[in-house]
């Protein structure tokens, strides 16, 4: 999943406010908890990009060829998904 450099500030921006808003959180410094949350989301979205590159071979390495977007796709890739997610601790 690829998030523009402005929907990622606008993503940050709103999980900042949030968490104000809710009380959950004081900032001392707003520009670097702004910036700490959109390094945050990155690392996300790039785990989950190498996660989906993974999954995807392991599902293709497979002897018998499964379609992608079949039921049984599905259910693997999720299943996978889950199970690298756990490796990385995430």
Request: aromatic share 8%; glycine share 0%.
């Given at each position: 999943m690829h998030f523009s450099e402005d929907r990622?500030?606008?993503l940050a921006h709103l999980i900042h406010d949030g968490l104000y808003k809710d009380d959950l959180v004081?900032?001392?410094d707003e520009d670097k908890a702004l910036r700490e949350i959109k390094k945050v989301l990155m690392e996300y979205l790039h785990l989950d990009e190498a996660i989906d590159e993974t999954v995807r071979a392991k599902i293709t390495s497979q002897r018998r060829g499964i379609a992608e977007g079949s039921r049984e796709w599905?259910?693997?890739y999720k299943k996978y998904f889950e199970?690298?997610?756990n490796k990385k601790r995430f």
């Open positions: 990622l500030t606008h004081d900032y001392p599905e259910i693997l199970e690298e997610l």
